[in-house]
């Protein structure tokens, strides 16, 4: 910074000051002690030196960092799990030689992996040696009752979260009012898988569908031997 003309030195203004010192980020690399001398005003306590201060933003930020590694880590560990338990079910699936034994296995894969309190399948067709049950209905195509799901079954796309309930009734009639969220996932000429929870949090719009579609397709493959 420099005089401005006259014998008066030149008068900055705190704002003047701050700017001058944006545009060189570089100034306390010329004087490094003023670094030790500068006080930065905290919330709590009493002020704290320049260099104490940078520390402090330092190791909040390694904190942070830290945090996240630690949560990229536990979502990296729980994605490994579900691909060997999606690899598993596939193999599993496979190894079923009637409808019945591959729509409990499939079940059952569902009510570990996703922890969901509630698993209900709905199929479009009857197979020979399957009767309905609590967690499974064979409802024909035409069936009034889907007329909730029609959308969803001709796109196939996943619903998470929570859903009518008109489709409540229909995937979890008597228990209906104990669920609050689902993760739906409709198989197009095949039938629908719901995941039921009483967590309102637990099945939210917008989360991961990747593995109960790999799941489901290695379902509608598995049946498909049986037509």
Same mark, same amino acid.
């Given at each position: 910074?420099?005089?401005?003309?006259?014998?008066?030195?030149?008068?900055?203004?705190?704002?003047?000051?701050?700017?001058? @010192?944006?545009?060189?980020?570089?100034?306390?690399?010329?004087?490094?002690?003023?670094?030790?001398?500068?006080?930065?005003?905290?919330?709590?306590?009493?002020?704290?030196?320049?260099?104490?201060?940078?520390?402090?933003?330092?190791?909040?930020?390694?904190?942070?960092?830290?945090?996240?590694?630690?949560?990229?880590?536990?979502?990296?560990?729980?994605?490994?799990?579900?691909?060997?338990?999606?690899?598993?079910?596939?193999?599993?699936?496979?190894?079923?030689?009637?409808?019945?034994?591959?729509?409990?296995?499939?079940?059952?894969? @569902?009510?570990?992996? *996703?922890?969901?309190? +509630?698993?209900?399948?709905?199929?479009?067709?009857?197979?020979?040696?399957?009767? /309905?049950?609590?967690?499974?209905?064979?409802?024909?195509?035409?069936?009034?009752?889907?007329?909730?799901?029609?959308?969803?079954?001709?796109?196939?796309?996943? +619903?998470? $979260?929570?859903?009518?309930?008109?489709?409540?009734?229909?995937?979890?009639? /008597?228990?209906?009012?104990?669920?609050?969220?689902?993760?739906?996932?409709?198989?197009?000429?095949?039938?629908?898988?719901?995941? $039921?929870?009483?967590?309102?949090?637990?099945? *939210?719009?917008?989360?991961?569908?990747?593995?109960?579609?790999?799941?489901?397709?290695?379902?509608?493959?598995? +049946?498909?031997?049986?037509?």
């Amino acid at each position: 910074m420099s005089e401005r003309s006259g014998d008066k030195p030149a008068e900055f203004g705190a704002h003047e000051v701050a700017a001058w @010192l944006r545009r060189h980020p570089r100034f306390l690399q010329q004087f490094p002690d003023l670094s030790m001398s500068l006080v930065v005003p905290r919330e709590e306590g009493s002020a704290a030196s320049l260099a104490s201060y940078q520390l402090e933003v330092l190791r909040d930020k390694n904190r942070e960092l830290s945090r996240r590694l630690h949560e990229l880590f536990g979502n990296a560990q729980e994605n490994e799990r579900l691909a060997v338990r999606t690899h598993q079910l596939t193999l599993a699936l496979m190894r079923q030689s009637n409808p019945g034994d591959t729509l409990r296995a499939m079940a059952a894969s @569902l009510a570990e992996d *996703f922890n969901g309190d +509630l698993v209900r399948l709905i199929v479009l067709r009857r197979y020979d040696g399957v009767a /309905d049950s609590e967690w499974l209905q064979a409802i024909e195509d035409g069936d009034a009752r889907l007329q909730p799901f029609r959308d969803a079954l001709a796109d196939g796309e996943p +619903l998470c $979260g929570r859903l009518q309930p008109e489709k409540h009734e229909v995937l979890y009639a /008597d228990r209906a009012a104990d669920v609050q969220s689902t993760a739906l996932l409709p198989l197009p000429g095949i039938g629908l898988i719901a995941v $039921g929870s009483r967590d309102a949090n637990r099945f *939210f719009p917008g989360m991961g569908t990747l593995f109960l579609r790999m799941m489901g397709e290695s379902l509608a493959v598995a +049946l498909r031997r049986f037509d």
